[in-house]
T-cell receptor
Protein backbone atom coordinates (compact mmCIF):
# COMPACT_ATOMS: atom_id res chain seq x y z
CA UNK A 1 0.00 0.00 0.00
CA UNK A 2 2.11 2.86 -1.28
CA UNK A 3 0.92 6.13 0.25
CA UNK A 4 2.64 8.58 -2.12
CA UNK A 5 3.95 7.19 -5.38
CA UNK A 6 5.92 8.81 -8.17
CA UNK A 7 6.77 7.74 -11.70
CA UNK A 8 9.30 7.35 -13.07
CA UNK A 9 11.88 6.65 -10.37
CA UNK A 10 14.75 7.49 -12.69
CA UNK A 11 14.70 9.81 -15.69
CA UNK A 12 17.71 10.35 -17.95
CA UNK A 13 17.26 12.76 -20.82
CA UNK A 14 19.07 15.24 -22.99
CA UNK A 15 19.12 19.02 -22.77
CA UNK A 16 16.24 20.67 -24.56
CA UNK A 17 13.81 17.80 -24.11
CA UNK A 18 10.43 18.04 -22.38
CA UNK A 19 9.55 15.55 -19.64
CA UNK A 20 6.86 14.89 -17.05
CA UNK A 21 6.86 13.35 -13.58
CA UNK A 22 3.66 11.97 -12.11
CA UNK A 23 2.60 11.77 -8.47
CA UNK A 24 -0.35 10.06 -6.82
CA UNK A 25 -1.38 9.82 -3.18
CA UNK A 26 -3.93 7.42 -1.72
CA UNK A 27 -4.05 9.04 1.74
CA UNK A 28 -7.09 11.21 1.01
CA UNK A 29 -5.03 14.34 1.64
CA UNK A 30 -6.14 17.71 0.29
CA UNK A 31 -2.71 19.31 -0.25
CA UNK A 32 0.16 18.18 -2.46
CA UNK A 33 3.66 19.55 -3.01
CA UNK A 34 6.68 19.37 -5.28
CA UNK A 35 10.17 19.71 -3.80
CA UNK A 36 13.59 19.79 -5.43
CA UNK A 37 16.58 18.23 -3.65
CA UNK A 38 19.90 19.32 -5.06
CA UNK A 39 23.24 17.52 -5.01
CA UNK A 40 23.99 18.91 -1.55
CA UNK A 41 20.72 17.40 -0.27
CA UNK A 42 19.14 20.82 0.26
CA UNK A 43 15.34 20.67 -0.04
CA UNK A 44 13.37 23.50 -1.60
CA UNK A 45 9.63 23.83 -2.07
CA UNK A 46 8.58 24.46 -5.66
CA UNK A 47 4.80 24.26 -5.77
CA UNK A 48 1.82 23.36 -3.64
CA UNK A 49 -1.80 22.62 -4.54
CA UNK A 50 -4.75 22.53 -2.20
CA UNK A 51 -7.85 20.87 -3.62
CA UNK A 52 -6.53 21.40 -7.15
CA UNK A 53 -5.74 25.10 -6.59
CA UNK A 54 -2.20 26.45 -6.72
CA UNK A 55 -1.32 27.95 -3.33
CA UNK A 56 2.48 28.02 -3.37
CA UNK A 57 4.46 29.01 -6.42
CA UNK A 58 8.07 29.66 -5.49
CA UNK A 59 10.61 31.40 -7.69
CA UNK A 60 10.89 28.62 -10.23
CA UNK A 61 11.59 29.04 -13.97
CA UNK A 62 8.39 29.05 -15.95
CA UNK A 63 9.71 25.99 -17.81
CA UNK A 64 8.30 24.11 -14.80
CA UNK A 65 4.54 23.74 -14.84
CA UNK A 66 2.56 21.77 -12.27
CA UNK A 67 -0.85 20.37 -12.97
CA UNK A 68 -3.37 18.83 -10.59
CA UNK A 69 -6.17 16.96 -12.40
CA UNK A 70 -7.72 16.00 -9.06
CA UNK A 71 -6.71 16.23 -5.43
CA UNK A 72 -5.04 12.79 -5.49
CA UNK A 73 -2.70 13.64 -8.37
CA UNK A 74 -0.06 16.28 -8.96
CA UNK A 75 2.12 16.17 -12.05
CA UNK A 76 5.19 18.21 -12.95
CA UNK A 77 6.01 19.05 -16.53
CA UNK A 78 9.40 20.48 -17.44
CA UNK A 79 10.07 22.10 -20.81
CA UNK A 80 13.44 22.66 -22.45
CA UNK A 81 15.42 20.78 -19.84
CA UNK A 82 18.75 22.24 -18.74
CA UNK A 83 21.77 20.69 -17.04
CA UNK A 84 20.93 22.56 -13.82
CA UNK A 85 17.59 20.79 -13.62
CA UNK A 86 19.39 17.60 -12.64
CA UNK A 87 18.21 16.80 -9.12
CA UNK A 88 15.88 14.56 -7.17
CA UNK A 89 12.26 15.72 -7.25
CA UNK A 90 9.98 14.73 -4.40
CA UNK A 91 6.23 14.81 -4.25
CA UNK A 92 4.53 15.10 -0.86
CA UNK A 93 1.04 15.39 0.57
CA UNK A 94 -0.58 16.56 3.79
CA UNK A 95 -3.97 17.03 5.39
CA UNK A 96 -4.07 20.17 7.46
CA UNK A 97 -7.73 20.30 8.29
CA UNK A 98 -7.57 17.42 10.77
CA UNK A 99 -4.66 18.91 12.73
CA UNK A 100 -2.02 16.47 11.52
CA UNK A 101 0.07 18.87 9.39
CA UNK A 102 2.96 16.53 8.66
CA UNK A 103 3.83 15.90 5.04
CA UNK A 104 4.28 12.44 3.59
CA UNK A 105 6.86 12.09 0.86
CA UNK A 106 7.10 9.92 -2.21
CA UNK A 107 10.26 7.95 -3.07
CA UNK A 108 11.58 10.64 -5.39
CA UNK A 109 12.40 10.90 -9.10
CA UNK A 110 16.08 11.24 -9.92
CA UNK A 111 16.34 13.42 -13.02
CA UNK A 112 19.62 13.47 -14.91
CA UNK A 113 19.99 15.88 -17.80
CA UNK A 114 22.93 15.21 -20.14
CA UNK B 1 9.90 34.07 6.69
CA UNK B 2 10.54 30.90 8.62
CA UNK B 3 13.96 29.24 8.67
CA UNK B 4 15.82 26.40 10.36
CA UNK B 5 19.47 26.04 11.32
CA UNK B 6 21.12 22.67 11.78
CA UNK B 7 24.62 23.73 12.81
CA UNK B 8 26.46 20.45 12.37
CA UNK B 9 27.08 18.76 9.04
CA UNK B 10 27.75 15.34 10.53
CA UNK B 11 27.18 13.72 13.89
CA UNK B 12 29.26 10.68 14.77
CA UNK B 13 28.20 8.51 17.69
CA UNK B 14 29.13 5.06 18.95
CA UNK B 15 26.43 2.42 18.91
CA UNK B 16 24.64 2.34 22.25
CA UNK B 17 25.51 5.94 23.10
CA UNK B 18 22.97 8.77 23.25
CA UNK B 19 22.33 10.58 19.99
CA UNK B 20 21.49 14.28 19.71
CA UNK B 21 20.86 16.22 16.52
CA UNK B 22 20.52 19.96 17.01
CA UNK B 23 17.97 22.30 15.45
CA UNK B 24 17.12 25.94 16.01
CA UNK B 25 14.35 27.78 14.24
CA UNK B 26 13.12 31.24 13.38
CA UNK B 27 9.44 31.93 12.77
CA UNK B 28 6.84 34.61 13.39
CA UNK B 29 4.27 33.44 15.86
CA UNK B 30 3.76 29.86 16.97
CA UNK B 31 5.91 27.25 15.24
CA UNK B 32 4.96 23.85 13.96
CA UNK B 33 8.15 21.75 14.13
CA UNK B 34 9.01 18.46 12.47
CA UNK B 35 11.81 15.94 12.15
CA UNK B 36 12.26 13.75 9.11
CA UNK B 37 14.80 11.05 8.28
CA UNK B 38 16.11 10.16 4.82
CA UNK B 39 17.86 6.88 4.09
CA UNK B 40 20.04 6.62 0.96
CA UNK B 41 18.03 6.75 -2.27
CA UNK B 42 14.75 7.01 -0.37
CA UNK B 43 12.16 9.66 0.32
CA UNK B 44 11.81 11.50 3.60
CA UNK B 45 10.10 9.68 6.45
CA UNK B 46 8.24 11.58 9.14
CA UNK B 47 9.62 10.96 12.65
CA UNK B 48 7.79 13.33 14.98
CA UNK B 49 6.25 16.76 15.36
CA UNK B 50 5.51 19.50 17.84
CA UNK B 51 2.29 21.44 17.30
CA UNK B 52 1.18 22.33 20.81
CA UNK B 53 1.07 20.84 24.30
CA UNK B 54 3.82 18.89 26.05
CA UNK B 55 7.28 20.18 25.14
CA UNK B 56 8.68 16.63 24.98
CA UNK B 57 7.35 14.74 22.00
CA UNK B 58 7.96 11.09 21.22
CA UNK B 59 8.09 9.66 17.75
CA UNK B 60 9.00 6.66 15.67
CA UNK B 61 11.94 4.30 16.24
CA UNK B 62 12.56 5.49 19.81
CA UNK B 63 13.27 9.11 18.87
CA UNK B 64 12.09 12.08 20.88
CA UNK B 65 12.51 15.84 20.69
CA UNK B 66 12.18 18.70 23.11
CA UNK B 67 10.64 22.01 22.16
CA UNK B 68 12.32 24.93 23.94
CA UNK B 69 10.60 28.21 23.16
CA UNK B 70 13.07 30.46 24.95
CA UNK B 71 16.00 28.97 23.05
CA UNK B 72 13.97 28.49 19.83
CA UNK B 73 15.29 24.95 19.65
CA UNK B 74 13.88 21.54 18.81
CA UNK B 75 16.71 19.03 19.28
CA UNK B 76 16.22 15.41 18.30
CA UNK B 77 17.36 12.74 20.73
CA UNK B 78 17.63 9.00 21.09
CA UNK B 79 18.88 7.39 24.30
CA UNK B 80 20.76 4.54 22.62
CA UNK B 81 21.80 4.80 18.98
CA UNK B 82 21.69 1.86 16.58
CA UNK B 83 23.81 1.34 13.46
CA UNK B 84 20.54 1.37 11.51
CA UNK B 85 19.96 4.98 12.66
CA UNK B 86 22.72 6.10 10.28
CA UNK B 87 20.92 8.42 7.86
CA UNK B 88 20.29 12.07 6.97
CA UNK B 89 18.07 13.94 9.42
CA UNK B 90 16.10 17.06 8.56
CA UNK B 91 14.47 19.55 10.89
CA UNK B 92 11.61 21.61 9.45
CA UNK B 93 9.37 24.46 10.57
CA UNK B 94 6.20 26.11 9.43
CA UNK B 95 4.30 28.93 11.03
CA UNK B 96 0.69 28.84 12.06
CA UNK B 97 -1.61 29.63 9.13
CA UNK B 98 1.04 28.99 6.49
CA UNK B 99 1.63 25.57 4.97
CA UNK B 100 5.05 26.46 3.56
CA UNK B 101 7.55 24.12 5.24
CA UNK B 102 11.14 25.33 5.58
CA UNK B 103 13.82 22.63 5.92
CA UNK B 104 17.24 22.79 7.48
CA UNK B 105 20.26 21.65 5.47
CA UNK B 106 20.22 18.23 7.07
CA UNK B 107 22.56 16.39 9.40
CA UNK B 108 24.30 13.19 8.42
CA UNK B 109 24.28 10.83 11.40
CA UNK B 110 26.90 8.08 11.45
CA UNK B 111 26.54 5.42 14.13
CA UNK B 112 29.80 3.54 14.59
CA UNK B 113 29.56 -0.14 15.55
Amino acid sequence: DTAVSQTPKYLVTQMGNDKSIKCEQNLGHDTMYWYKQDSKKFLKIMFSYNNKELIINETVPNRFSPKSPDKAHLNLHINSLELGDSAVYFCASSQDGTGTYEQYFGPGTRLTVT
Amino acid sequence: AQSVAQPEDQVNVAEGNPLTVKCTYSVSGNPYLFWYVQYPNRGLQFLLKYITGDNLVKGSYGFEAEFNKSQTSFHLKKPSALVSDSALYFCAVRQYGNNRLAFGKGNQVVVIP
